[in-house]
């Protein structure tokens, strides 16, 4: 089933259950996929572009909620909470970090990367490998702690 069918039928859902919290998130996910696929660019979204999109919907509500947290602004922070818990549940199960380490260090030694050189590399395959179930940030961090 494509994301798209699944948050239709999940939309439905929370129309029906009246669940304010889902139905912001599923119709800003529901948003994002209609102007993904109206881009100009005429190509189909496959399943990395939609683990792509909603791994951007989360990023942008965390970005706000740090800010509301500290802007002390609590209500628009629970908001922001509640929508990134509902977007969430349409990602990949993501890797602890001690799994994301392990992975780090077999793709090192895959590609004989020995240097802050091979970064790009190890970071390439890092991030195919990883599907979006790690966070960008938190792999580079394991590569340059790997590398240096």
């Given amino acids: 089933m494509s ?7 999940d939309l439905k859902e929370a129309m029906k259950s009246k669940d304010q919290a889902s139905m ?6 529901k948003s994002a996929i209609l102007l993904r696929k109206t881009d100009g660019s005429g190509k189909e979204i496959d399943h990395e572009d939609e683990i792509k999109l909603l791994q951007k919907l989360v990023k942008s509500r965390k970005e706000s909620l740090e800010i509301y947290l500290k802007q002390k602004r609590e209500d628009l922070a629970k908001v922001e ?50 599907a979006g179930r790690v966070d960008g940030k938190l792999l580079a961090q394991l590569v340059r702690k790997k590398l240096s």
């Fill in 3 to 9: 994301l798209e069918s699944k948050i239709m039928q």
């Fill in 81 to 130: 909470e509640e929508e990134i818990n509902v977007i969430e549940r349409y990602l990949p199960v993501a890797m602890t970090e001690e799994e994301a380490e392990a992975m780090v260090s077999q793709i090192i030694s895959e590609t004989g990367a020995n240097s802050m050189k091979d970064m790009g590399s190890v970071m390439s395959a890092a991030t195919s490998r990883a």
């Fill in 24 to 29: 912001r998130a599923i119709r800003a996910i």
